[in-house]
């Protein structure tokens, strides 16, 4: 009696010496060079051109002027082609098996072969490919979090309902005095004034809620936190000179969607002169003005509060019965 799993059916017959059996592998052996060709042609293709300018970023902000925001944006773009490789590889396979396997009748293959190439492939390569991905990306991160012990200046950070201060500080930490200020109010848009060419330290507080500072073109978004957390973060130069828009970017309360600022990069000569302004008793705008800068911010402007004569819930408004 013959067990019916072990039962030989004739197209599971291997026919080793038969040409056909022999063309038909080199008909496979040569689509899966085609589609290993074509997949070294389309990384050639895409490494040979600006990537991130022709697909928009893959969806990350360009335009950084911090080595670190280079860095990250590397990162992002190397991770998208290496992501795109692997699926098209994918998908060709899945197209040519669906091609080269599709049913030719109503017999059922043979459910016990099984192919060790490729399920070695496919148990190893996902490892290989993360494996490469999280190396490049600690030492990105590691590279991105550090922090030296000596920055060129450190700029306390303090956030509160709805607006921002910036402090000009002479050493780090709590124990540091600051030497000059900007405060933002409702009328005011405030501008956090910094060089090109040198390391700046970036030390947060909020005197509040949760906040997050952020300037899309930094990559930096960190959380400003209240209490005794001082969320501390570096970049190790700025590289271009202009007026770039700063944010808010977390939900913390009514007026959040307003409370911007504005980073304004000039010169190391432009920006000891405006510190030496403040130094003397200036207001930011005459500061700003004296280096040949706007006095008032350029990407954003205040919003209008409505709280004294068109209030949300203004105290003139009759009330209704129901």
């Not at 080595?67 to 490789?85: F, K, N, Q, V």
């Not at 700029?155 to 921002?164: D, H, I, M, Q």
């Not at 978004?221 to 970049?235: A, L, Q, S, T």
Request: aromatic share 10%; glycine share 10%; with cysteine.
């Amino acid at each position: 009696m013959v067990a019916r799993s072990s039962e030989v059916r004739p197209t599971a017959v291997r026919h080793g010496a038969s040409p056909e059996v022999g063309r038909s592998r080199r008909r496979g052996a040569g689509r899966l060079a085609g589609l290993g060709l074509g997949g070294v042609a389309l990384l050639v293709t895409l490494t040979g051109c600006d990537v991130g300018k022709t697909f928009g970023g893959f969806g990350w902000p360009q335009g950084g002027i911090t080595p670190e925001a280079h860095r990250m944006y590397d990162l992002w773009i190397a991770s998208c082609i290496a992501a795109l490789a692997v699926g098209v590889f994918v998908w060709g396979l899945i197209f040519w098996c669906v091609v080269r396997y599709r049913k030719r009748g109503n017999e059922l293959p043979v459910q016990t072969r099984y192919n060790m190439p490729m399920e070695f492939l496919y148990t190893i390569a996902p490892i290989l490919i993360v494996s490469v991905l999280f190396y490049y990306t600690a030492i990105v991160q590691t590279g991105v979090d550090k922090t030296t012990k000596n920055p060129d200046i450190t700029v306390e950070v303090v956030a509160f309902k709805w607006n921002w201060q910036f402090n000009y500080r002479d050493g780090q930490g709590t124990e540091a005095n600051t030497v000059a200020s900007v405060l933002g109010t409702s009328e005011v848009i405030p501008i956090l004034v910094l060089p090109t060419g040198r390391s700046v330290r970036f030390e947060e507080t909020s005197r509040d809620v949760i906040h997050s500072f952020w300037v899309p073109e930094l990559l930096f978004k960190r959380d400003v936190m209240p209490g005794n957390i001082r969320n501390v973060f570096e970049v190790s130069s700025l590289d271009a000179e202009g007026a770039y828009v700063g944010r808010c970017a977390e939900l913390c309360g009514s007026y959040h969607a307003f409370m911007n600022f504005e980073l304004r990069v000039v010169s190391p000569e432009q920006y000891d002169q405006f510190l030496a302004a403040k130094r003397d008793g200036r207001s930011t705008q005459e500061a700003l003005t004296a280096i040949g800068e706007d006095p008032y911010a350029t990407t954003t402007m205040p919003f209008k509060t409505r709280r004294n004569t068109a209030n949300f819930n203004p105290d003139d408004v009759p009330v209704v019965g129901n």
